[in-house]
């Protein structure tokens, strides 16, 4: 079975500090992992993915993601926030050729001036 | 941006009554998915399909029916209409290269409620 875990359901961080939002997944295969950003009132961004080649996975807008199989983590990384991050995210996983995907319940950012 | 629209973008309906909301895509991809958002759920998985007349159930199918007749257009339908089917609806599609399934692409929303 798959499953996603985002451990913190709000994050809140000031305007220029570092982001770290976490994701834990299961999976009995070789994953493919994803962040996508909602900004309110908005449809879901696809931020980064991870498909089985680099575990340091850059996307778009300074953010970033490590897979770590030892951890079963896939934790969202950004150095410094900015006002325009404020929104929802979440960690996507699915299996290798494999067509259904497993949403977390989705991590709150919140940043202040 | 993945050629995916919904239609409506918004519609208020009374309980009891059919409703049916329309994901069009010009991807030609083979996947299309409907998903609702409720806050503290993320979003759950209500049918997919995986071809033209393919389709399956997902994670919360009881009171929805989904219908594709076309590559481009998947269909869902709410046989009755209840207030716990208040929520946004999100239609998505995705595609594979090789073995390698692709990211989904989201569709705008359509916000739901049911009085």
């Known amino acids: 079975a798959q499953s996603v875990t985002q451990l913190d359901s709000h994050v809140s961080v000031s305007e220029g500090t570092p982001v770290l939002l976490r994701c834990n997944y299961s999976s009995s295969y070789s994953p493919s992992l994803f962040w996508y950003v909602q900004h309110p009132n908005k449809g879901l961004q696809l931020l980064l993915k991870y498909t089985s080649a680099a575990t340091l996975v850059k996307g778009i807008n300074g953010f970033e993601a490590e897979f770590k199989k030892s951890e079963t983590s896939f934790h969202l990384t950004k150095p410094s926030a900015h006002m325009s991050d404020a929104a929802e995210y979440f960690c996507v996983v699915t299996l290798y050729n494999f067509n259904k995907f497993y949403f977390g319940s989705g991590t709150k950012l919140n940043v202040k001036p | 941006d993945a050629g995916i629209t919904q239609s409506p973008r918004h519609k208020v309906t009374e309980t009891g009554t059919p409703v049916t909301l329309r994901c069009h895509q010009t991807?030609?991809?083979?996947?299309m998915y409907w998903y609702r958002q409720d806050p503290g759920h993320g979003l759950r998985l209500i049918h997919y399909s995986y071809g033209v007349k393919d389709t399956d159930k997902g994670e919360v199918s009881d009171g929805y029916s989904v219908s594709r007749s076309k590559t481009e257009d998947f269909l869902l339908t709410l046989e009755s209409a209840t207030s716990s089917q208040t929520s946004v609806y999100f239609c998505a599609i995705s595609g594979i290269s090789g073995e390698t399934y692709n990211e989904q692409f989201f569709g705008p929303g359509t916000r739901l409620t049911v009085l």
């Open positions: 991807e030609n991809h083979r996947y």
